[in-house]
Every structure is written in C-alpha cells, then in structure tokens.
C-alpha cells in the first residue's frame, strides 16, 4: 500500500518552453525559452479537478486525460506515493502544437508537481534533475524537449538502451552571452506527428556526416564562439523532408539564412527560432510579418522551479 499525501499540501511548478533540434541537432540539441506554464497543484479529499487558463483553454481535457494530470500521477507512482484527490489550476502562456516544447512542458509541470507534493509533504524526497529527464523521457520518447525545460539554457542530450529500455540524458551548456533569441510563431498549428511521419528511416551517409559535424560545431557556436551560428545550424537530416506541409516556415528559415541568420525550423514547426549576434533585419521582420508569423524576441530561460 502506497503512502497517502496528507490533504492540503500545495505546490507551485513554472515551466520554460523550448526549441528542440536547432537545426543540426535533431532529437538531441535544445534550448529553454522565457516564455511559461505555471501549475498549482493542491492535494484534497478525493476526484481530480482541472483549471485552465490561456493556452488550450476550452480545447484540453478537463479529467485525468489531461496530460498534466496524467504526468503528475505517473510521477506520485514513481515516487510510490498516492494522493486522494488532486485540484490543479494551470496558467498556460506557451503557444501549443507550434513546435515549442508545450507538450514536453507539460509532462514536465506534472512530475515537477509530483515531485513538489512528496517533498513538501515529507512523505519522501523530490525528483533529481536525472530523475525528471528520465520520467519525462518515458513520455516523450526523446529527451530534448523535456531536457531543456527541466535544465534550462541549451542543453545536449542522448538516450541509451540500459537492461533493454531507453534511458534518457541530458547535460546543460552555458550559452555565450552574445547570442539573442528571437522566435517567429505563426497562429497556425502544426501536428508533430504528422511532420516526424514525413522523415525517411534511412539516409544519405553525406548527409549523416554532414550533421555530425555541424551539430559538433552547435557546441561551439552556442558556448564559445557565435560566429559559427550558421555554419552550426545547417541541416540535411529533417527540415527539407518537411518542407512540403511548412511553406510559410520554410520560406522565413531561407529569408532569415540569406542575410545570415542562423534561423532553423523550431521542433516539428511550425515556429521558426533564430539564433543571432547581431540585429535581425528589418525586411525578415516584415517577410515574416507579412506571412502571420509574431515576432518574438525571447531571451534563454532558466529550468523548471517547483516552489
């Protein structure tokens, strides 16, 4: 019989968005963004009750199909703890299905909460950092996402087959204090599903030594030296495979490239993230703008706090 957390135990969970990818470095390179899901979890008697504010109001579950409730259960399992009932109010501001992290955020919020439960209740210490990258892992099916959320800056990150199941790492980079962040976000959405069923199961050896390299190079560019930005994001693995569903996106990542931007298509899209040192111009602002995209200057966030 699992432990009861006590009735009226409350936590506090803020979460980043994020851009997975950057280009070269598909399913391993992301990267936190100051933009937020705040969650307030409280235990009570009994039944699950869900509140949502912004983002996906009136469009989510409002039960224990929410991904939040679902994350957060899972993680009172993990933790081999339980709770009667659960009120959960959730503020969201991270724009959703455009390919910055919303759905890795989620999940993430949820085992924040869980972790946020068990210790304040005392029944148990809270998640490691490792620990969340794992669960949220578990989830996701690939860590980037979630790592950059639970981390935060930019982060690089593997997965490994241990005892026949996936384990998923994550390691954090100081990013050099010259780059800015600006992010380019459409009001329409996109499935994640859809676009990864576009990519190839195979392909070219050039192309797989062509990202090797520059997703090495992303390293540099991201810690020490920014002026390999472009070089560092150039892609042959994914975004020309999507290309066909993401015409608008696609033509802001070329306007952006052109005049030297190091712009790549956020995640599975639609959203465009630029990394850059130096003033975005004001006719990609305008391209952009003249396609519906919001224009977003975002700085690097920190990782999840769960107070």
């Not at 990864?196 to 540099?220: I, K, M, T």
Request: include cysteine; charge should be negative; glycine fraction near 10%.
């Amino acid at each position: 019989m699992f432990p009861v957390l006590p009735d009226g135990v409350v936590t506090d969970v803020r979460v980043p968005a994020s851009s997975a990818n950057l280009g070269s470095g598909f399913d391993s390179l992301g990267i936190a963004l100051d933009v937020y899901d705040d969650l307030r979890v409280r235990v009570t008697p009994s039944g699950v009750r869900v509140a949502v504010d912004g983002e996906g109001a009136g469009s989510v579950p409002l039960d224990d199909t929410h991904l939040v409730v679902r994350a957060l259960l899972r993680g009172l399992e993990a933790g081999g703890v339980q709770a009667p009932g659960l009120d959960i109010v959730c503020r969201n501001a991270i724009p959703h299905s455009r390919g910055l992290g919303s759905s890795a955020a989620a999940v993430v919020s949820g085992l924040a909460a869980a972790s946020g439960l068990m210790a304040k209740s005392g029944v148990r210490q809270g998640f490691s950092a490792d620990q969340l990258i794992q669960l949220a892992g578990e989830f996701e099916g690939h860590p980037d996402n979630a790592a950059a959320s639970v981390l935060g800056s930019a982060i690089v990150s593997w997965t490994e087959e241990v005892d026949g199941a996936p384990a998923y790492h994550a390691r954090p980079l100081v990013v050099h204090p010259s780059i800015s962040v600006t992010a380019f976000v459409p009001q329409h959405e996109s499935s994640t599903a859809l676009t990864r069923g576009l990519l190839p199961d195979a392909v070219p050896r050039l192309d797989a030594v062509h990202n090797l390299s520059r997703s090495a190079l992303a390293v540099v560019a991201l810690t020490a030296d920014p002026s390999c930005l472009l070089a560092a994001t150039a892609d042959r693995l994914h975004q020309h495979y999507r290309a066909p569903v993401l015409p608008d996106t696609t033509g802001i990542v070329a306007e952006l490239r052109t005049r030297g931007i190091a712009a790549f298509v956020s995640g599975a899209g639609p959203s465009v993230l630029a990394l850059h040192d130096r003033r975005i111009p004001d006719e990609s602002v305008a391209f952009a703008s003249g396609l519906g995209f919001d224009v977003r200057p975002l700085r690097v966030a920190g990782g999840v706090s769960i107070t």
